[in-house]
């Protein structure tokens, strides 16, 4: 836990939601936590095919439909013509609320039938509530209105609001894009819609999909009037109507397309221009870097099903487990990497199992914030340690702890059973001081103590910081303990109430130099094993090492091979360190929960890698003599407990 400048942070840019890195606070949407793709489209012209349907992938080039490709939702329900159109789904802002927009019409009634678009929002990519915005009625103005085509979503950065555009075509006028901003609610349109886009050449023009990159505009559309196909205008300014177009048509193809669609590969700075050939019932795929220049990637792509215009959004894999429980997990879609197990920045992790809740719960650090300048604590809970929900802030420095608001870090937790009822006591650190809060549930609230409960350095040390607390309940005794200390490892037993230490039981435990900080103590088979982090953890040299010891506070003898888990440059994972340990109750099976470069953006982020870390469980075995096998470090991950 050292100072140190926040380098720049390579996320995407076409994610409005994946922001904070120049403010030093944690995006909404990490980069990293993008690990899938949902794919949003209708399959046809018939009135039961124009619906709402999905389709998944994990790498962005292999995609399988859900639900049997059937719709997830019943068209009849959400629009006034009984089918819909051109799916686009948007993320918003704050990275968990979901926009989608559809074309409100059935081909069956004809091209020049529809008058309305549909609104609609989730939380949760299943439920959906939804809006019809008829744009002829809503507006005076529209009696020649002939057809509205194709909304799409972006939120509008300088406006802050989300922008509807879509092409509209009255009379003998040629088709034009058009713009409205949204109300808050997501279910109506503010005002009457304005010219977004009109080509030079005043053709038609429909099916717009704008992207953002590198502060640029890029609007995508359909060229209908004069010859036929895909072109590009870009603008740094959404509504000036200042467009400099580019003549270049881009489809790679000689067949008619329409529906073009563009998304950002994740962890890439590559993206993937696709259009509906509709004339051949496919879709065509093309891969760029500059947005310009375009290659076919036709024979990498694999799918299914047959798309017809529709839109695909990077997914976290939480996103991913919830819609394929709903709808079914595909059988040939790759398996899912189970590290990380939390979404988001986090570090320092503590893991318990509650006798009272019969769960597993991770405590961490909230990391992602510039110079390790985080201010809260959350929790997280689990049933089987690979699905994990968060449970929301238990404590918040500025709001709960008056003798030290800042630098949240490294807590510890332990649950003991006082007068026959469980009782949670919580130690972390804060402004560089250990102190402990006090709860009935392990989801907290926590109630601070009041003061520090290690305030200042031990006598005779010199250097170093009163951090990372580690809390440990001999089983021999019934004593609890409480480690802590960077340069140093100090111990102290707690008095009955375990918010106080026992006068005169401070000690300073020897150990070598490999010792940087993050203690944490375990009892097996009549051993106590030290677990503690070597190197400073912006080092993707960050490892965990061991000893053991006769007694909780030592002296520890430490074996010739002491490491415990360290990276694997091969794979990308670098700085495993700063761990706990959980056994499984009543059984010798042990699994060691740990932090590291969040994967794979860390490494390439300087030594801001240090504070953008990612929380991991691999499980931890010992050999026959008791010694620690070395843990080889995963994305993989462990599979799921049996209940």
Request: glycine share 8%; no cysteine.
């Given at each position: 836990m050292k100072k140190l400048q926040l380098s720049f942070i390579a996320l995407l840019s076409f994610l409005n939601v994946v922001q904070g890195q120049n403010s030093g606070v944690p995006p909404v949407i990490a980069e990293k936590?993008?690990?899938?793709?949902?794919?949003?489209?209708?399959?046809?012209?018939?009135v039961e095919e124009e619906a709402v349907n999905y389709a998944v992938s994990t790498d962005g080039y292999h995609y399988y439909a859900l639900n049997n490709n059937k719709p997830i939702i019943d068209s009849k329900t959400i629009s006034s013509t009984g089918g819909v159109r051109d799916p686009h789904i948007l993320r918003g802002e704050d990275g968990k609320t979901f926009y989608m927009v559809l074309t409100d019409m059935t081909s069956s009634k004809g091209w020049d039938s529809n008058r309305a678009m549909i609104l609609l929002k989730s939380t949760d990519l299943i439920n959906w509530k939804s809006s019809v915005v008829n744009i002829q009625k809503a507006f005076s103005g529209n009696e020649n209105l002939k057809r509205v085509w194709a909304p799409q979503t972006i939120y509008d950065e300088k406006a802050g609001k989300y922008m509807i555009y879509f092409s509209m075509q009255h009379g003998s006028d040629p088709d034009k894009i058009y713009y409205a901003y949204a109300n808050k609610d997501f279910t109506a349109l503010e005002s009457e819609p304005k010219l977004l886009f009109v080509p030079k050449s005043k053709g038609a023009c429909i099916d717009g999909d704008i992207i953002q990159k590198d502060g640029v505009y890029h609007l995508f559309y359909k060229t209908e009037s004069e010859t036929a196909?895909?072109?590009?205008?870009?603008?740094?300014?959404?509504?000036?109507?200042?467009?400099?177009?580019?003549?270049?048509?881009?489809?790679?193809?000689?067949?008619?397309?329409?529906?073009?669609?563009?998304?950002?590969?994740?962890n890439s700075d590559e993206y993937i221009l696709m259009y509906d050939v509709y004339s051949k019932g496919k879709y065509q795929f093309t891969k760029t870097k500059d947005l310009e220049n375009f290659k076919v990637i036709d024979q990498d792509?694999?799918?299914?099903?047959?798309?017809?215009?529709?839109?695909?959004l990077p997914i976290t894999r939480s996103e991913l487990t919830r819609?394929?429980?709903?709808?079914?997990?595909?059988?040939?879609?790759?398996?899912?990497?189970?590290?990380?197990?939390?979404?988001?920045?986090y570090a320092d992790p503590e893991i318990?199992?509650?006798?009272?809740?019969?769960?597993?719960?991770?405590?961490?650090?909230?990391?992602g914030f510039d110079s390790w300048s985080g201010y809260y604590f959350k929790t997280f809970s689990s049933d089987n340690l690979v699905d994990w929900k968060d449970e929301g802030i238990i404590l918040d420095l500025k709001k709960d702890v008056p003798w030290g608001n800042r630098n949240a870090w490294a807590p510890c937790i332990v649950e003991k059973k006082i007068k026959g009822k469980y009782k949670y006591f919580y130690y972390f650190t804060a402004a560089q001081k250990v102190g402990v809060a006090v709860s009935d549930n392990p989801t907290g609230p926590f109630k601070d103590s009041g003061k520090a409960i290690v305030g200042k350095r031990p006598e005779g040390i010199h250097d170093g910081q009163e951090i990372d607390p580690d809390v440990f309940t001999d089983p021999k005794t019934g004593k609890s303990y409480l480690y802590w200390g960077n340069m140093y490892m100090g111990v102290a037993e707690l008095n009955a109430d375990m918010v106080s230490l026992k006068p005169g039981t401070q000690k300073i435990i020897a150990v070598n130099p490999s010792f940087r900080e993050g203690t944490y103590v375990i009892y097996r088979n009549g051993k106590y094993y030290f677990f503690w982090s070597e190197d400073d953890t912006r080092s993707p040299k960050y490892k965990v090492r061991y000893g053991i010891s006769d007694s909780p506070t030592g002296p520890l003898e430490i074996p010739e091979n002491n490491i415990v888990i360290q990276g694997k440059p091969e794979e990308g994972i670098y700085a495993t360190g700063h761990n706990s340990v959980l056994q499984i109750?009543?059984?010798?099976?042990?699994?060691?929960?740990?932090?590291?470069?969040?994967?794979?953006?860390?490494?390439?982020?300087?030594?801001?890698?240090?504070?953008h870390r990612e929380v991991c469980i691999d499980k931890l075995e010992f050999n026959a003599d008791g010694t620690i096998k070395q843990v080889v470090p995963t994305h993989a991950g462990i599979e799921a407990l049996k209940k």
């Open positions: 936590d993008l690990t899938a793709y949902l794919f949003v489209y209708f399959i046809g012209n018939k196909g895909i072109k590009t205008a870009t603008t740094t300014n959404l509504t000036s109507g200042n467009w400099i177009e580019n003549d270049n048509y881009l489809q790679q193809t000689k067949d008619k397309v329409e529906g073009s669609s563009i998304f950002k590969l994740n792509v694999s799918m299914d099903f047959n798309p017809r215009h529709g839109t695909i819609i394929t429980n709903k709808w079914g997990t595909p059988a040939k879609l790759s398996k899912i990497n189970h590290n990380p197990v939390l979404e988001g920045y318990l199992y509650s006798n009272k809740t019969k769960k597993y719960y991770i405590y961490p650090t909230s990391d109750p009543n059984k010798d099976e042990w699994y060691i929960t740990y932090h590291r470069f969040s994967y794979p953006t860390g490494i390439k982020m300087g030594q801001a890698g240090g504070f």
